[in-house]
């Protein structure tokens, strides 16, 4: 069974500065997604990733993915503070149809 | 936005009370979900439908209960709601989870509380 594990689960920063936010999977998974979600609100498919050395960026997010490290990253480059928002990250694991989450990183950008 | 839409949107219900909730997509989407999500715990999946009457148990599927007889509706029952029921629950979508680049498409979710 796919566990996923986000850290840090809480991320105060202050604008301009750069962060990564780490998530580490336990097992096979042939694509990891990124998701954003605003307090209150739903949620909000950033990026899809699904082969080693993936790479995606959008604005100051970049993803990315190492298979045989079983590790996926999304860095922030000069926050502002509307990157504030909870940052999910979710793998599918083996031939089944089910997508496991993280707890999700609370990013705060502070002035 | 992907269609799909939740309800009810906010409800408030008794313990030992069973509750229904709705998922209903215009996506004609094969795939759906239901999450709940609780704060330290993320999203974690109660069950899942691959297709018309096809459902099967998520990781926390204990309580709940599920029936998906047409394509656009997926409901999630409460036989008989208890306190740790109270939470957002969030119906997603996929329109071929095995397709690449299939993301989850999510509903703007039900806060329920069972006091």
């Known amino acids: 069974e796919l566990k996923v594990e986000q850290n840090p689960l809480f991320l105060s920063m202050q604008e301009g500065k750069n962060y990564t936010i780490y998530c580490n999977y336990s097992?096979?998974?042939?694509?990891l997604y990124w998701y954003r979600q605003d307090p209150g609100k739903s949620l909000e498919s950033l990026f899809v990733?699904?082969?080693?050395?993936a790479v995606k960026q959008e604005g100051r997010l970049m993803a990315s993915l190492d298979t045989k490290a079983r590790l996926s990253t999304l860095h922030i480059t000069a926050a502002v503070h509307d990157l504030s928002a909870t940052y999910f990250c979710?793998?599918?694991?083996?031939?089944?149809?089910?997508?496991?989450f993280g707890k999700g990183t609370l990013l705060t950008v502070n002035p | 936005d992907a269609g799909i839409t939740q309800s009810p949107r906010h409800k408030v219900t008794e313990t030992g009370t069973p509750v229904t909730l709705r998922c209903h997509q215009t996506e004609n989407h094969r795939y759906m979900y239901w999450y709940r999500q609780d704060p330290g715990h993320g999203l974690r999946l109660i069950h899942y439908?691959?297709?018309?009457?096809?459902?099967d148990k998520g990781e926390v599927s204990d309580g709940y209960s599920v029936s998906r007889s047409k394509t656009e509706d997926f409901l999630l029952t409460l036989e008989s709601a208890t306190s740790s029921q109270t939470s957002v629950y969030f119906c997603?979508?996929?329109?071929?989870?095995?397709?690449?680049?299939?993301?989850?498409?999510f509903g703007n979710g039900t806060r329920l509380t069972v006091t």
């Open positions: 097992t096979t998974s042939d694509r």
């Open positions: 979710a793998g599918k694991g083996g031939s089944n149809y089910k997508l496991t």
């Open positions: 997603a979508i996929s329109e071929s989870i095995e397709k690449v680049y299939s993301p989850l498409h």
């Open positions: 439908s691959y297709g018309v009457k096809d459902t």
């Open positions: 990733l699904l082969s080693n050395g």
